[in-house]
């Protein structure tokens, strides 16, 4: 009983000091908790909506330039037989740069190389194409295609020399006059032998009418008669001289007309074959450079990818030097990029793309920025290879110019920049969806 009384009071007691807690009032801190804690999840709320949580497509990248250096290879095996400029040396499209093991003498190459630019341009000028003086080239692999082409030369200049159609034409043209000459005298004799018919048939005429009086005897006017009858026979025979004449004229001028034609014929044939010789030729030289000789591809500098000298012995196939680009747009670099397929259906021309190169490490140098520029339509090997250009060249965003060598890394491509409450409430809603 007594240690029932007593448990009693003790919770009594307890009681009255838990109540002094509860009934005093709460200090400042205690007040404005609540308020605070309220203001600092409004600011958390408040900066997730300027914080950036993009979503991004990431993909391999390759930064190259427009126009990137060309290499070039041998496509022989042999020493070099010449040297044309040295390294570092500015280059035109075209400017002969090596020689790699060719039998034929370079400079009559280089000759050659000029007659067929000549020749090329005035192809259809025979004239022109005749003013070039042929002379013997030792060309080397290129010595039956020129020959060939000397050959036919010789041949339409001797058919020239000899000028048949123009000797024909001349004695034939002579033959006519001489006939035409003829004929006109013929006329004028059968104008005299007309003339005597004429009067001839006026005596036979008189010598009837005196026979029919009994004044002639009839062997006087058979005589009478017979003379008249041998002047037409005359004229008859000079109408015949004549238009057996004529019948000549008319042969000479048709052989004339055919000769004529041969010979147009025949120049016409020439020009072809000439024509045809100078185009086989010009592909004989083009194939024979592709494989002996080395030219620049493209106005650049050049720069030796290994130790060129006279005589050096060069595998086929092997990088001897390349071809930079000087022009104007050098600076301007293109973006290419290996994107999966997973996401792909995001990505949009004009979205921006963040690059960062293996070898400038983003944190130092920071990232190039591009844009997307073109998306292939057809997968390859479950990638879409998209083109981005870099506005901005190849200055990142720390303000750093990097030098253009092997950039190669990785992008990501921003399909859409949301903020990190925005990402926050697309997850709500689509777990509420779900």
Known sequence: MMEESSK???IRKRSDFVNDILNKTPSWILSWGNTFFLIFLLLLIFLTWFIKYPDVVRCEAEVTSEAPPIKLVSRTTGKIDS????????????????IINTKASIPDILELEKKLKYLNENISDVDKVFSVDFNYLDVGELQPSYNNFLRLIKKYRSYSTDNNYGNQSSINQSRISNLMSSISNLRNQKEIAFEEM??????LDRQKKMLEKGIVTKADYEISQSQYL????QVQQYDNQIFQIQQDIELIRSNLQTLKQTDKDTHQDYDIDIANSIKEMTKSFEDWANTYALRASRDGKIQYLDDIYQN???NIDSNLLSIINESEDKHTYRVTLKMPT????KVKEGQLVNIKLNNYPYEEFGVLQGKVKAISEVVNEDYYFVEASLP???????????EPKNLIGTAEIITDDLRLTERFLHLLTKNFKN
């Open 8 to 10: 009693v009071y003790d």
């Open 83 to 98: 040297i044309f400029l040295k390294n570092n040396s500015l280059v035109k499209k075209g400017d002969w740069l090596l």
């Open 198 to 203: 004429q009067v001839s048939k006026l005596n």
């Open 230 to 233: 041998q002047y037409q026979r």
């Open 312 to 314: 050096k012995f060069i």
């Open 342 to 345: 997973n996401n792909s259906g």
């Open 392 to 402: 901005n060249g190849l200055k990142t965003t720390y303000k750093k110019e990097i």
